[in-house]
């Protein structure tokens, strides 16, 4: 029997779907090999040929009690990074893009590669610095018992650039030859945010403030990371602009965080979007021109291994991914705070009139089906499958839509989309771990206020291919009521109404900070 969900693919239009104490010196030792200049992100490996690599990724801590504020969105740009060495001057290390702009909300489960390099000169190292630009946070107040911010309660709150400098561990960091290293950039989100917890405003943004940026060693420990890679680096969603069938190769190119190469290899697999697009079950689903997401790992050598292909459309276009703040307005309007989008190549809607954390009020123009991005997972059944209403629609939710038109904003006006196609994606949130039921589920509860959510609420892990991702512990085993956990899960709503959805939450990622 033909699915519902390839029955509704099978009937869209493809021009549509177009997708660190510092008691010692830490000893880091680098591949013998010559200096060689920065290598750029979308090669196989920064460590090729003998030379080093330091591999950089960027992640976030959550807030502790996140049930007082309901963040949306928290943007920045890195505009560099530099490590200062003992004996004076500096050493760049060069991004991953130019302006390497990111949300920080997407951080708290979540890591994103930041930067390469296999230039680093051997000598000690004193700290890193740094350079942060555009700092803003977007959330909103709400109504005790209502699900959804209150009405024209959204709002952006800027901060002053920063340029934070790491002294804390791994610093003072010694160089030498013999192996590469990885480092992530971990920042804090609490310490950055000044909070009222009363009125649930949020008063200043400061990435300058003390210890709000520290470093530590890669791989995390622990994780459910295979035994050799640095960490998970998922969900990297773009324009597909080259494939390599030789290699197994497939290059994203991401709006505002550069490419990223991903290499396939025998424990690769592809989501059911691959047999529903009609493009087979292996690798060769990959086109150059898709709108995609990958599921990788950073390896030592600074290659990046393919865990999971997953198409959302077959042609280029404009894409906006946003979470739902406010209830929907009507049964064709909603807004939706920015998180990422996606550009098409040539002739974009959007262009650079889109920033992270905008809000754009969505309308759907003759919308085809909605779907469900699961890339595998375990999910109930939901009513999102298959509607075409507004009205399925949950605050708290993350969607990814297909523009057939954008208005950009003008002062006090948001921007504006048409759109004719829905995806439900990933949710990244925090909350307490409640109880633990090894090894499909376990209960979270402290959800952002929005959410609605006031009591526990299970959440469903995935044991087979693919499984939920581990970070902070390595399986659901080891997770202990009262830890606060971030997710990055699909999120189908509140488990109310005559027809409750049982597991609320179907988890990609867990992370306990």
Same mark, same amino acid.
């Given at each position: 029997?033909?699915?519902?969900?390839?029955?509704?693919?099978?009937?869209?239009?493809?021009?549509?779907?177009?997708?660190?104490?510092?008691f010692s010196a830490?000893?880091?030792?680098?591949?013998?090999?010559?200096?060689?200049?920065?290598?750029?992100?979308?090669?196989?490996?920064?460590?090729?040929?003998?030379?080093?690599?330091?591999?950089?990724?960027?992640?976030?801590?959550?807030?502790?009690?996140?049930?007082?504020?309901?963040?949306?969105?928290?943007?920045?740009?890195?505009?560099?990074?530099?490590?200062?060495?003992?004996?004076?001057?500096?050493?760049?290390?060069?991004?991953?893009?130019?302006?390497?702009?990111?949300?920080?909300?997407?951080?708290?489960?979540?890591?994103?590669?930041?930067?390469?390099?296999?230039?680093?000169?051997?000598?000690?190292?004193?700290?890193?610095?740094?350079?942060?630009?555009?700092?803003?946070?977007?959330? %909103?107040?709400?109504?005790?018992?209502?699900?959804?911010? &209150?009405?024209?309660?959204?709002?952006?709150?800027?901060?002053?650039?920063?340029? $934070?400098?790491?002294?804390?561990?791994?610093?003072?960091?010694?160089?030498?030859?013999?192996?590469?290293?990885?480092?992530?950039?971990?920042?804090?989100?609490?310490?950055?945010?000044?909070?009222?917890?009363?009125?649930?405003?949020?008063?200043?943004?400061?990435?300058?403030?003390?210890?709000?940026?520290?470093?530590?060693?890669?791989?995390?420990?622990?994780?459910?990371?295979?035994?050799?890679?640095?960490?998970?680096?998922?969900?990297?969603?773009?324009?597909?602009?080259?494939?390599?069938?030789?290699?197994?190769?497939?290059?994203?190119?991401?709006?505002?965080?550069?490419?990223?190469?991903?290499?396939?290899?025998?424990?690769?697999?592809?989501?059911?979007? %691959?047999?529903?697009?009609?493009?087979?079950?292996?690798?060769?689903?990959?086109?150059?021109?898709?709108?995609?997401?990958?599921?990788?790992?950073?390896?030592?050598?600074?290659?990046?291994?393919?865990? &999971?292909?997953?198409?959302?459309?077959?042609?280029?276009?404009?894409?906006? &991914?946003?979470?739902?703040?406010?209830?929907?307005?009507s049964s064709t309007?909603?807004?939706?705070?920015?998180?990422?989008?996606?550009?098409?190549?040539?002739?974009?809607?959007?262009?650079?009139?889109?920033?992270l954390g905008a809000?754009?009020?969505?309308?759907?123009?003759?919308?085809? $089906?909605?779907?469900?991005?699961?890339?595998?997972?375990?999910?109930?059944?939901?009513?999102?499958?298959?509607?075409?209403?507004?009205?399925?629609?949950?605050?708290?939710?993350?969607?990814?839509?297909?523009?057939?038109?954008?208005?950009?904003?003008?002062?006090?006006?948001?921007?504006?989309?048409?759109?004719?196609?829905?995806?439900?994606?990933?949710?990244?949130?925090?909350?307490?771990?409640?109880?633990?039921?090894?090894?499909?589920?376990?209960?979270?509860?402290?959800?952002?206020?929005?959410?609605?959510?006031?009591?526990?609420?299970?959440?469903?892990?995935?044991?087979?291919?693919?499984?939920?991702?581990?970070?902070?512990?390595?399986?659901?085993?080891?997770?202990?009521?009262?830890?606060?956990?971030?997710?990055?899960?699909?999120?189908?709503?509140?488990?109310?109404?005559?027809?409750?959805?049982?597991?609320?939450?179907?988890?990609?990622?867990?992370?306990?900070?």
């Amino acid at each position: 029997m033909i699915s519902l969900r390839k029955l509704i693919f099978n009937g869209l239009n493809c021009c549509a779907l177009g997708k660190l104490c510092a008691f010692s010196a830490v000893v880091i030792v680098f591949f013998q090999g010559s200096c060689s200049g920065p290598t750029s992100s979308s090669g196989s490996g920064a460590g090729h040929d003998g030379n080093p690599a330091l591999m950089l990724a960027l992640r976030a801590a959550p807030l502790k009690a996140p049930a007082n504020v309901n963040l949306l969105s928290f943007r920045t740009t890195v505009e560099g990074i530099s490590l200062t060495p003992a004996a004076g001057g500096s050493v760049n290390v060069p991004l991953n893009a130019n302006l390497y702009q990111v949300d920080l909300v997407r951080l708290q489960s979540d890591s994103t590669l930041l930067a390469k390099s296999n230039s680093v000169p051997v000598g000690t190292y004193t700290n890193m610095v740094v350079s942060l630009s555009d700092p803003a946070v977007t959330y %909103c107040r709400q109504t005790q018992g209502m699900a959804g911010c &209150e009405a024209g309660s959204v709002i952006t709150l800027s901060g002053a650039p920063a340029t $934070p400098i790491i002294t804390t561990f791994p610093f003072p960091l010694v160089v030498v030859r013999g192996q590469n290293i990885g480092l992530a950039i971990s920042v804090d989100i609490e310490k950055a945010l000044t909070v009222n917890g009363q009125s649930q405003a949020i008063t200043s943004v400061n990435l300058g403030a003390a210890n709000v940026l520290t470093a530590m060693m890669l791989p995390p420990a622990p994780s459910s990371l295979p035994s050799t890679p640095l960490d998970f680096i998922e969900d990297v969603t773009g324009s597909v602009s080259s494939v390599d069938e030789g290699t197994q190769s497939v290059t994203i190119q991401t709006a505002t965080r550069g490419p990223i190469t991903a290499i396939a290899n025998n424990s690769t697999i592809v989501s059911p979007n %691959c047999v529903i697009f009609n493009l087979g079950s292996t690798f060769t689903c990959a086109k150059q021109g898709q709108v995609a997401s990958l599921d990788t790992v950073l390896n030592l050598d600074g290659s990046v291994t393919l865990l &999971e292909y997953d198409p959302l459309a077959i042609t280029a276009g404009d894409w906006i &991914e946003g979470i739902v703040g406010l209830p929907p307005s009507s049964s064709t309007q909603f807004q939706l705070v920015t998180n990422d989008f996606v550009l098409a190549d040539n002739n974009s809607l959007i262009g650079s009139n889109l920033g992270l954390g905008a809000s754009v009020q969505i309308t759907l123009v003759r919308p085809k $089906p909605f779907q469900v991005d699961d890339k595998g997972l375990v999910v109930p059944n939901t009513l999102f499958l298959g509607a075409t209403d507004a009205s399925v629609l949950a605050p708290g939710q993350t969607l990814t839509v297909h523009l057939v038109s954008f208005t950009p904003s003008t002062g006090t006006t948001l921007a504006a989309a048409n759109v004719d196609f829905v995806y439900l994606r990933f949710t990244r949130v925090t909350g307490n771990v409640a109880n633990v039921a090894p090894p499909n589920t376990f209960t979270m509860q402290s959800f952002p206020s929005f959410l609605g959510l006031t009591f526990p609420v299970t959440v469903q892990l995935s044991t087979g291919s693919p499984s939920t991702n581990f970070d902070g512990v390595t399986s659901a085993s080891d997770l202990a009521s009262g830890q606060t956990a971030s997710v990055r899960a699909l999120y189908f709503g509140p488990p109310t109404g005559p027809t409750p959805t049982p597991t609320p939450l179907s988890a990609a990622k867990v992370r306990v900070p």
